[in-house]
């Protein structure tokens, strides 16, 4: 018989595998309200008492810091409404459409995923310098955009596949145009993974650090990640009070989308093979 | 074309059996495909060609530009082959990645194989912390992992300090090459253990119980039951996620990147990803840093076939 509910030992552990997985957030979060005075104790306070909004006003205060969150934002929405759009149509053509060379295009959509796109960095840099999109964030966008493409057609179209085509000929049969079909039927089965293609397609765009670091070089056109690098190597000591506070602010957004969604996003991972 | 009235509906309906609407359809694929199609060969299709084609090429930043990058055979991986670097950064990279997925496998069957031991409430709490840990951004981890382990004002040289290791005191995590890449493998690992851990749990769930029930009336042992029939049935899902934890831990680049840019050791510390990076945006020799590119995609090869494959399968099995 298998032990269900977990003696000592397996609660133990589970509460130790609980607090070193959890403790770096928690550090995070604690820290940034703490005023600074705190950060150069002999023994570091476990709590944040006396807490502080200091280090939130510090670092939105900063000028710069919507213009940041506001570059990462529209990077962010831009790639996730078009990604989807864009990879809704091919998605419907894959599972629905029994074309010539339809197996290969499936085939060529996982091998791509594939490629470290780190691997690509350099290329990558010369295409978009050669168009002239070094230092846009239009460069940036496009990339994106391709790097989610082949996961965010591979997800659609396995959930487009899995409604039976009947329903949407008898719903027409009963007098619905295609329109309608689509929307009364197709778009409420399929609505679930509209949602865990757009977050992963949000969580890449907010993410993502390397090509942004090397194609927005000017600081006006940066994103929150490079940004949030910048605290250190600079001749100031380190203000870890902002950098907790701007920690928080920037992996909020894609912390609670994650939550919300967390099952569809494995098994996208599983099989689309990209991390999340 | 589209019509609502009911007569036409139904013999666009009948029509769309089979053969005669084939062209059509097809036609309307190829409509369908086209933006997506465009976009991936573009962005995607072409810096992959053109990788291979600059790893041919002597090719500076002012080349690439001026578009005068001259061929010049395979110099470039004579170059790189017959650099001793080279082959310490490719030993580095394999090592690196070899201790992050040997340890991000095992303690992911770990913690999976715990997290079927326990009550409800327990299960929940802890696949909460494995949720943020997995969802927390590279570039936030690496800089809360830096906090953490900050010379003077980190926790973790604190608490060593306080256990009585007193060789921590002052203790510079990013000083030496080896804690360097110790402390971005722990990063690593920290953020990768949740996806192999819930993977795994989903498909401990799925085992079915009776198996084992029957087993223990056969008198099998835990130990005999855990590798004779957990471990065979969660055999597929345990070479996949080898591969992919593979492919992604080989490619490593933000945590490490980041830690070199505030601890000042590079050199000693690059991975083949941040050394394709220097090649070519540092030392301003693309052709070089290509040809890295390509031996990285060269040597993830077998997993990425192990993986391709099995989702072809898959497919097959669907339709």
Do not use: H
């Not at chain 1, 940041?68 to 962010?76: D, E, G, P």
């Not at chain 1, 927005?216 to 870890?240: E, R």
């Not at chain 2, 991000?104 to 715990?114: C, K, N, Q, R, S």
């Not at chain 2, 029930?213 to 049935?233: H, I, M, N, Y």
């Amino acid at each position: 018989m298998i032990n269900r509910k977990g003696g000592l030992v397996a609660n133990t552990l589970a509460i130790i595998l609980f607090v070193v997985m959890v403790f770096p957030v928690y550090w995070m979060i604690i820290s940034s309200f703490k005023p600074r005075s705190d950060f150069f104790l002999e023994t570091p306070k476990f709590l944040p008492i006396p807490a502080t909004l200091d280090n939130y006003y510090r670092v939105i205060n900063d000028k710069d810091f919507f213009t940041y969150a506001r570059n990462s934002l529209t990077v962010t929405v831009v790639v996730v409404i078009l990604s989807i759009l864009v990879a809704f149509i091919a998605a419907t053509a894959v599972a629905r459409f029994n074309f010539k060379g339809r197996k290969a295009y499936i085939v060529m959509l996982l091998a791509v995923q594939m490629v470290p796109f780190e691997a690509l960095l350099i290329s990558m840099f010369v295409l978009l310098n050669n168009a002239g999109l070094v230092n846009q964030l239009t460069g940036v966008m496009v990339a994106y955009l391709a790097f989610v493409l082949p996961f965010t057609i591979w997800t659609l179209r396995g959930f487009i596949a899995n409604v039976p085509k009947d329903l949407e000929e008898a719903a027409m049969i009963d007098g619905c145009s295609q329109g309608q079909a689509f929307r009364k039927i197709l778009f409420p089965l399929i609505a679930p993974g509209l949602v865990s293609t757009s977050v992963f397609a949000f969580v890449l765009a907010w993410n993502e650090f390397i090509l942004a670091n090397v194609i927005l070089l000017d600081q006006a056109k940066q994103t929150l990640p490079v940004w949030l690098t910048s605290f250190q190597g600079g001749q100031k000591a380190i203000d870890w009070g902002g950098l907790m506070a701007g920690s928080v602010l920037f992996a909020m957004p894609v912390i609670i989308f994650f939550v919300i969604v967390q099952g569809k996003i494995q098994r996208g991972a599983l099989e689309g093979g990209v991390k999340g | 074309m589209s019509n609502t009235e009911a007569p036409d509906v139904i013999d666009r309906t009948i029509k769309a059996a089979p053969d005669a609407a084939e062209p059509k359809r097809n036609r309307l694929a190829f409509w369908f495909l086209l933006p997506a199609t465009v976009i991936l060969v573009v962005v995607l299709g072409y810096p992959i060609v053109k990788m291979v084609v600059l790893s041919l090429q002597e090719a500076k930043l002012r080349n690439i530009t001026l578009g005068t990058e001259s061929w010049n055979n395979f110099d470039n991986y004579t170059k790189l082959l017959g650099d001793p670097f080279f082959y310490t950064v490719v030993v580095r990279t394999i090592v690196f990645t070899a201790a992050c997925v040997l340890a991000t496998m095992i303690l992911g069957t770990l913690v999976a194989l715990l997290l079927n031991k326990l009550g409800n409430k327990m299960r929940l709490t802890v696949l909460l912390a494995l949720l943020l840990a997995w969802a927390t951004p590279a570039v936030t981890a690496t800089q809360v992992f830096q906090f953490l382990f900050d010379t003077q004002f980190g926790v973790v040289n604190w608490a060593l300090v306080s256990l009585g290791f007193e060789q921590f005191e002052g203790y510079s995590w990013l000083a030496q090459p080896l804690s360097l890449l110790s402390l971005a493998a722990l990063i690593v690992v920290w953020a990768g253990i949740p996806f192999v851990a819930l993977t795994l749990f989903a498909g401990l769930t799925q085992v079915p119980n009776e198996i084992y029930e029957a087993a223990s009336l056969d008198g099998a042992s835990r130990w005999t039951q855990f590798w004779k029939l957990t471990v065979p049935s969660l055999a597929p899902i345990f070479l996949i996620l080898f591969a992919l934890s593979t492919i992604w831990d080989f490619r490593v680049f933000t945590q490490v990147f980041i830690l070199q840019k505030s601890g000042g050791i590079a050199r000693d510390t690059d991975l083949l990803a941040i050394y394709a990076y220097r090649t070519s945006f540092s030392a301003n020799n693309f052709g070089v840093g290509s040809a890295i590119g390509v031996v990285m995609v060269a040597m993830l090869l077998v997993f990425s076939v192990i993986y391709i494959k099995r989702m072809i399968k898959q497919i097959d099995e669907a339709s």
